[in-house]
């Protein structure tokens, strides 16, 4: 069953049984409990019905809700992805469905975890985890207008505010007045594209390491290669290199280096969290497009054999060999892709 990645201080599981002092603490908190409707839970309802229900909302692609705790095991609330079929009304009466195209996002903290930034940490796992492992193309949000503490969750980790809608509870809870406020976020505003920044360096060069020892290279292969592929600020403030990020993330690095007619793609690599996303492509794209307009009229690249099939599908053709700028003898694939067609 797929399961939500840890991070630094949380790790994540399924409900059980064995969860009942954990959720009666949790939802029999009036303060846990003011933003939401019905107020606290006796131990009673939760056993009959809440901690059946969580235990029952296990999805084997991903979709549901996990307890959460620290490294050293203490319970501090649960995470939530959920698939949903958008429509006019407020999302909060947004059917469920099984397609995690669109996906909501969610969160309750008991109140010895408020202020240690875990919801912060949490949501951008769930943010990571519906971009990346269940495809989604858009991530949602609600909570009540006067609940500033996810408001701000919300808004740390990249959605914005879409509409303030006005509902007509049955039984209005204090603030009720001031609406529900609905938050989203689209795959493509997650994923950028920018000019790497000179302190990047070091981050950036530890991404380009890890993507070429994703091919299996041994640890000896890889020390060879290290001061070839090291990025240096100078490097970044004299080349042309973009970055695509996710979130606060950075993701894949691309240089268009040279002058016109002829330049290279000199740099093209993706961190292995973020293969088969489409990055590759897209700072492909980026480069070869900025190229064109700039005026050359063809790009060479020395590839990694392994890439090769990649530049191929993208339109570029192996022209020859190319000697390694790392390991002596050793020879790579040396392909063109023609920018005037």
Known sequence: MSRLPDTERLTFRRFTNADLDNVEQLNGDAEVMRFLDGGPQPRAEIEERVLPELI????????????????????????????????????????????????????????????????????????????????????VASTMAVNKGSRNVMEKIGLHHDRTIHIDWPDPLPGTEHGEVEYRLRRDEWITLRPARPDEA????????????????????MAACREELTLRPEDIEQ??????????????????????????????????????????????????????????????????PNAEPFYKAMGATRVGSAPSGSIPGREVPLMRVDLAS
């Open 202 to 221: 070091g981050e950036l060069t530890e991404l380009v390491m890890r993507s070429k020892a994703y091919w299996g290279y041994d640890d000896a292969f």
């Open 56 to 139: 029952a909302d296990q999805n084997e692609n991903g979709l549901g809700r996990w307890a959460a705790e620290t490294v050293d095991g203490t319970f501090v609330g649960w995470f939530s992805t959920h698939a949903r079929t958008p429509d006019d009304g407020p999302m909060e009466f947004w059917a469920s469905s099984d397609d995690p195209t669109v996906v909501s996002i969610g969160y309750r903290l008991s109140r010895a975890a408020w202020g240690k930034g875990y919801a912060t940490e949490g949501a951008k796992a769930l943010l990571r985890w519906a971009f990346l492992s269940l495809r989604a193309t858009e991530v």
């Open 239 to 304: 080349r042309r290199m973009f970055v695509a990020t996710a979130g606060d993330e950075l993701a894949a690095v691309a240089t268009l280096d040279g002058a016109p007619p002829d330049g290279e793609l000199g740099t093209l690599f993706v961190d292995p969290a973020f293969i088969g996303q489409g990055l590759g492509k897209r700072l492909y794209r980026h480069v070869t497009a900025l190229a064109r307009a700039m005026g050359f009229a063809s790009l060479s690249i020395d590839a990694d």
